[in-house]
């Protein structure tokens, strides 16, 4: 299992509280909603913004923030390409919403724009308004979107949003100055939070021509063997930086970039935040515009042997129309899932009701829960994994729910060696069904998500004074 501990486009890992339901010889029909989760609203398909590309992050932008997300494409690329070296971009009022980005009192409902030839806090609060939009959002989408564009952001430092008002007449216009802070790699003079970048050009010069010659060396080659192709190009080129993973404290940098994977170096390696760029980064130069493939940037927490780690990983459409999950960081050697069992794999149970958890049964059981806040940034549908038929298990169904027989084999999986269907009980999420009296030999800690434990007329009991506990409580 590999730990990583660097911060993804700060995306704040929220989970829910562990909600317990559980049955004595009734039925169920409905699962709780588990108080943290993503509102239904979020869940459900949704009316986008037409004018959005249903393809990666942002298929919820829309008006201002969905312009601002295409005025900053190119000037964001220019940066990569060494055609400017500050990321702070100028957008103007127009641009932003659309009009012609200016107001007079009258507009604004005011009886006056100025004072002392300076706009009035009320003219500036009304404008606000509508000019205003969620610069922090907007960057995040661009950097799912485009890893390699964006390899010198740095994540971990949320953008400003600086406005500058002025009087033209009688008129109040202006622009906004979005401030994409360099990651201290990738700075002028090796500093954080600063918008100045270096000579960064000639080191994403080098990477795009050993991707695209990744690329062209596998052309012709069938979907499923041009990915397995890219994973196994990764994985030669890299290795996995444990010592990077293993400190807390440390600034984004290079280790979490694509750069460093496709630079050839020996002695630069990456976190999951690198492999997993890199395998979009492959992806898109070979499917640019084609419903063919669509690989996304998605993170959150991985779980299994009682580990959890903060995690980036991708999603891949085919033309199948089935999303799978690959997590290329953890096909290397000596880690859980090599040499593909987690590379376009179907998950074994799990949906996006539940908060978008979904299990892997790999010889033990592995879960993957999507961070809360990439709700905001995918439609449903865009992340939703496949979930094949499960086999070699008993299914059990109570109405709308299908329940997995509890047994010593996946008690032994998930809880670790001399732990039983007698004496431990479920740390995953999902539907569980007793198949024996269950004796508790410590505390038992509800797993977080949703877990429905039906007791199908077994008990519960403990061999001391243990306690089960739930969310925050111990009951």
Known sequence: MRESNH??????????????????????????????QPDEALLSDTQSDPAVQRKGAGARLSGNELRAYNLLIDPVREVTEGKRTSTAFTLSFADVTGTDGSWTAEDLGLTTLAENGEPTAEAKEKVDELVSFDADYVCDCLGYNFPFDTFWYDTGC???LETSYEIDGDTLTGYHTVKMYAMEDCSLNGELKTTEVGDIAPAAAEAAATAKQIVADNAGKSVREQLAAYRDAIC???TYNDEAAADNNRPVGYVDQLIWVFDRAPDTNVVCGGYSKAFKYLCDLTWPDSDKVECLLVDGLMQGFNIEESHMWNIVRLDDGKNYLVDVTNCETGSVGEPDKLFLASADSGSMTTGGYYGFDIDYWITYQYSYFLFHYYDREQISVSVKTLKDVEIVSHDELSFIDWTDELAAGQNGEGSNASNSLPSQPGNWHLTTDVTLTEDWQAPLGVINLCLNGRTISFDNDHKIAIGGGRY
Do not use: N
């Not at 911060?7 to 699962?31: D, E, G, H, K, N």
């Open 158 to 160: 949320c953008p400003d």
């Open 236 to 238: 030669e080129l890299v």
């Open 7 to 36: 911060q993804i486009f700060r995306s704040i890992l929220v989970y829910a509280l562990a909600l317990l339901l559980v049955w004595v010889m009734i039925p169920v029909t409905s699962l709780a909603k588990t108080s943290g």
